[in-house]
């Protein structure tokens, strides 16, 4: 094979790759920020409510703009949702942003706070940010997850403490943005698979907080993810931050295949507090962890770092379902 064909292979397959989605598939309704059409809507919750609540599927067509909201999804039927982007592979270039700042203090619980909240089964959501622009301070959560198959494909999701509150049911975040600092990905009982993610860390703190109560199957699965710095981080940083501490008892965490850049503590993991460890009953594993983040890293007996045929036992289908295959997308996997 001449260059040249290997070359117009390689720019055919980034192009691939690289698709656009800039205009509405047939049939959504529209979001446009300023719109004086008749037809489209100027914010997300306006076209929210304009969907039938019944079995029928629906989509909705996001322009770029930022959409200052809390967007709130309990319809029954197969809902999905699509942000203006050159680049579908990617949250990189994202161009729709919802954002909200609203503390958990504020409005009576963690997932009242959430900027966008999905109470539904059945959903997608494609390429648009979601910001909680709260702070440090306490919890402040960008998006409230309580459905069953629910994918997040290329999104963007940021906040400080408890930005990601993945609290039941089935769900994948794939090719997607994590920003946090502070306990950033926690739950109770959802069934969470995040892969091929850059998972960012904004201050001191633990990734992750999980807070499975009982001996249940659920998990949560990492694989693929990059855990880097983020930008203008918080002082003192460095060398205080861990994969997770364990919000409840049963808490089950597993990270495959996971390049660290960012200053980790050398512990890797931590107890939730010295006076109360919570590490009677729980799972925190590791497999293949590499990067400058975790050099020397000395690990605490409570972690378990796993061969390459347990590793294998935490895939997709374990976390999520071996179903996922009906409602995973599987460009994104």
């Not at 995040?194 to 998972?199: E, H, L, R």
């Not at 009953?281 to 293949?288: G, K, M, V």
Request: proline share 3%.
């Amino acid at each position: 094979m001449t260059p040249r064909i290997i070359i117009s292979l390689l720019l055919f397959t980034s192009t691939v790759l690289a698709a656009s989605r800039t205009s509405p598939p047939s049939g959504a309704l529209v979001v446009r920020a300023g719109t004086s059409t008749s037809g489209e809507y100027r914010n997300i919750s306006a076209a929210v409510q304009a969907l039938p609540n019944d079995s029928s599927s629906r989509s909705i067509f996001i322009y770029p703009g930022t959409y200052n909201e809390q967007v709130y999804i309990t319809r029954s039927g197969p809902l999905t949702i699509y942000g203006y982007t050159s680049d579908t592979s990617s949250y990189r270039s994202n161009q729709v942003n919802i954002v909200a700042s609203l503390s958990a203090q504020q409005a009576g619980s963690n997932d009242a706070s959430g900027t966008l909240r999905i109470h539904k089964d059945n959903f997608k959501l494609y390429n648009v940010n979601v910001k909680n622009g709260y702070g440090a301070g306490t919890q402040a959560i960008a998006i409230s997850q309580y459905g069953n198959k629910v994918g997040l494909y290329g999104c963007g999701f940021y906040g400080y403490q408890d930005t990601l509150l993945a609290n039941q049911g089935t769900q994948v975040y794939l090719k997607g943005y994590i920003e946090g600092a502070t306990d950033f990905i926690f739950g109770r009982q959802g069934l969470a698979y995040f892969g091929g993610n850059t998972i960012a860390v904004t201050g001191p703190g633990w990734v992750t907080a999980s807070g499975r109560q009982s001996n249940d199957s659920g998990s949560y699965v990492f694989d693929g993810n990059t855990i880097v710095l983020g930008s203008n981080p918080a002082a003192g940083t460095s060398g205080k931050v861990y994969l997770g501490r364990p919000w409840d008892q049963y808490a089950k965490v597993v990270f495959k295949n996971t390049v660290i850049t960012a200053p980790f503590n050398k512990a890797i993991w931590s107890v939730w507090h010295d006076d109360e460890q919570r590490i009677d009953h729980i799972l925190f594993a590791e497999y293949n962890t590499t990067g400058s983040g975790v050099q020397g890293a000395a690990r605490p007996s409570f972690a378990t770092v796993l061969s390459a045929s347990q590793a294998a036992q935490y895939t997709i289908g374990t976390a999520v379902g071996s179903d996922y295959a009906s409602w995973v997308d599987a460009s994104y996997v």
